[in-house]
């Protein structure tokens, strides 16, 4: 008898992903291949850029080309079981929670290199926040721009309720810097000051610019930015001499019908040079020799209750459930990483680590 298991496939090229998206059954191949393990997928976590990867945008080559190659899987990040071994592989052991940070994550099982298992304590959706969602915190933070987090600085995090801004402004707080985070609304506001932001800025009832004009005049000193357009013109202008602005993404320019276009910084180099600042860009794929060692590192600060990881309370349950999720997250209300229960019968769902 032949096995299938429930997959997201994309289908069509989309920054819309639920038309870009459908949901296959496929047959689970079987023996394993060697140096593969098989993966009981339990919990996967929604990114921005779910919506970036659904229209072709991690990909070179033309569309027409993209368009030769799908349906491809998608799913940036879980944690499961591992449920299988192939030949070969005599690290790991069946049953062992393992993290994934692959594309393909969007399924009941998945089959990948055992050198892209990440081990971990416990199959939980915290671990899942500390994946993207986190090692982007703490990686961008130490090593974008040639820069350090140092102490004494003033931080600003932009979207900073969201499921990476959580780690950053306690990444930085925890450094010893004076952390300052913008958001929108109350719930999301007196989130940030219970994970000890200084200054919180939302933006439904403060203006940024004044803000930081009056009570930070001499600028700030680095910027963990994400929101892109308007946000990141006045962070730009915002920084202080030898200010670092790190870019990890630009969520409002993700959606709609032809996704980001580029634009135009005219007298970006002069004001760079006349005030000896760095904006560095941030992709984690680049990265991925640090990510176990900053992953033990967010293990360890939140086992030792130093980190807290916040998971934004609404429920989504199964594969039938990602596209709800995805549009969710763009919808701008969700508080802290938005998170999708693969296997809702999965016995240890409600553990905590």
Request: aromatic share 8%; hydrophobic share 45%.
């Amino acid at each position: 008898m032949k096995l299938c298991i429930f997959v997201i496939v994309v289908h069509t090229l989309s920054h819309n992903f639920r038309n870009a998206t459908g949901i296959v059954r496929a047959p689970l191949r079987l023996p394993i291949k060697p140096d593969h393990v098989l993966v009981k997928v339990i919990y996967a976590g929604v990114n921005a850029s779910d919506v970036n990867y659904s229209s072709g945008r991690y990909f070179s080559g033309s569309n027409k080309d993209l368009e030769s190659q799908l349906p491809f899987d998608c799913g940036f990040e879980a944690v499961g079981i591992i449920a299988a071994v192939g030949e070969s592989v005599t690290n790991l052991k069946v049953g062992t929670p393992a993290a994934i940070m692959t594309f393909g994550s969007y399924a009941e099982f998945m089959m990948v290199p055992s050198k892209h298992i990440l081990p971990v304590e416990r199959p939980d959706p915290e671990v899942v926040a500390m994946l993207t969602s986190g090692l982007t915190a703490s990686i961008a933070l130490e090593k974008a721009g040639a820069g350090q987090l140092e102490s004494g600085k003033v931080v600003l995090v932009t979207a900073a309720a969201g499921g990476t801004g959580q780690f950053a402004v306690q990444l930085a707080k925890l450094a010893g810097n004076t952390v300052v985070a913008t958001c929108r609304g109350e719930e999301k506001a007196k989130h940030l000051k219970e994970l000890g932001v200084d200054r919180v800025i939302d933006y439904k009832v403060e203006d940024i610019k004044t803000v930081l004009k009056k009570e930070f005049p001499k600028g700030v000193d680095i910027i963990y930015e994400s929101v892109g357009g308007d946000m990141f013109d006045l962070c730009l202008n915002a920084l202080a001499v030898y200010g670092r602005l790190i870019v990890i993404g630009m969520i409002s320019q993700y959606q709609g019908e032809h996704g980001w276009k580029p634009s135009n910084y005219p007298g970006l180099c002069e004001k760079l040079l006349a005030k000896s600042q760095t904006v560095a860009g941030f992709f984690l794929v680049q990265y991925s020799h640090f990510w176990q060692e900053h992953l033990d590192k967010l293990f360890h600060l939140f086992s030792m209750g130093k980190l807290k990881v916040s998971l934004d309370p609404k429920q989504f349950l199964g594969v039938h459930s990602v596209a709800d999720a995805v549009e969710y997250l763009h919808s701008g209300k969700s508080v802290g990483k938005v998170v999708v229960c693969i296997d809702p019968t999965f016995s240890q769902q409600t553990a905590r680590l």
